[in-house]
Nanobody, 123 residues
Framework: EVQLVESGGGSVQAGGSLRLTCVAS????????MGWFRQISGGQRVGVAT???????TYETSLEGRFTITKDDAKKTVYLQMDNLLPEDTAMYYC??????????????????WGQGTQVTVS
């Protein structure tokens, strides 16, 4: 079982940047997919960006260009760099991991491991 801990959220003005960090502890299979999802209060959790153990990154189309996902395998850490933030980016951001190369990685249902979330507020 893998434990995921997110950090890096906070409050920022529109146009600003934040970098979210997700550290995995415990067993993480060498073939895996990790990613970021977000949930607006009262809404559904949706995919933001994912990266698999082959290094393939997948983005929600509307966010590509502003958000960048990277990983450090040695540290079992995934990052989400968010630039030019907009008020509509305000949400709870969650890290997720799955012990497989997920074919449709932006779909919530494929992930069985989740962090507690980190709040991002853009005003």
């Amino acid at each position: 079982e893998v434990q995921l801990v997110e950090s890096g959220g906070g409050s920022v003005q529109a146009g600003g940047s934040l970098r979210l960090t997700c550290v995995a502890s415990g067993y993480l299979h060498t073939r895996n997919t990790m990613g970021w999802f977000r949930q607006i209060s009262g809404g559904q959790r949706v995919g933001v960006a994912t990266i698999d153990s082959n290094g393939k990154a997948t983005y929600e189309t509307s966010l590509e260009g502003r958000f960048t996902i990277t990983k450090d395998d040695a540290k079992k850490t995934v990052y989400l760099q968010m630039d030019n933030l907009l008020p509509e980016d305000t949400a709870m951001y969650y890290c997720a991991a799955e012990y497989a190369i997920v074919t449709r990685p932006l779909e919530v249902k494929w992930y069985s491991n989740w962090g507690q979330g980190t709040q991002v507020t853009v005003s």
